[in-house]
């Protein structure tokens, strides 16, 4: 049940780099909704008790998370695409389509060039009211949480859920 909630989006407030979750079926979760809003509640006070956040802290970082997840979410589901279209190419051993390889390539370097970009205005505009020292917490809290949910997203899949085992990601070599 939490997988729903994590890979649906609902770390919003942590994901400032982009989870590569599986997305959540329609209809799968009547209480995603409840769910997901306590899950942000409880990142919120999770975050604020490890970084040592001002109330008036907590509540930029949530503004600055609604401007930048929503793109963030955007990368991540055209660099899905693009990964699963590169997939079924590979499959296709010498029959594959060579100039959409080569486009399918060059996308993925435009999409981690524009994430790359994202997360730097991200982290300027994090640097406004973070210290130095906050922003290095909020980094591996990010990290922590996006390992933690690709580890549900794979325990998902492994159960016949459609988790997300095997994918291409950037710097990870074809199977």
Not at 122 to 129: G, I, N
Request: glycine letters at 8%; a positive charge; hydrophobic letters at 35%.
């Amino acid at each position: 049940m939490l997988k729903h909630v994590l890979s649906f989006g609902a770390l919003s407030l942590f994901l400032g780099a982009g989870v590569y979750a599986q997305p959540v079926r329609a209809g799968s979760n009547p209480n995603r909704t409840a769910l997901e809003q306590q899950f942000r509640v409880r990142s919120a006070k999770l975050a604020q008790t490890r970084l040592a956040l001002t109330d008036a802290q907590l509540a930029q970082l949530e503004q600055s998370n609604a401007r930048f997840a929503p793109q963030l979410d955007q990368l991540a589901m055209e660099d899905r695409e693009t990964r699963r279209q590169l997939r079924q190419e590979m499959t296709s051993g010498n029959q594959a389509n060579q100039q959409h390889v080569s486009a399918l390539i060059d996308s993925s370097i435009s999409l981690e060039k524009r994430r790359i970009a994202l997360v730097e205005a991200e982290q300027k505009d994090l640097a406004r009211f973070l210290t130095p020292t906050q922003r290095a917490g909020y980094i591996a809290l990010q990290g922590q949480v996006r390992r933690r949910a690709q580890e549900l997203s794979r325990q998902g899949g492994q159960q016949g859920q459609g988790g997300g085992g095997n994918q291409l990601r950037p710097g990870k070599r074809f199977p």
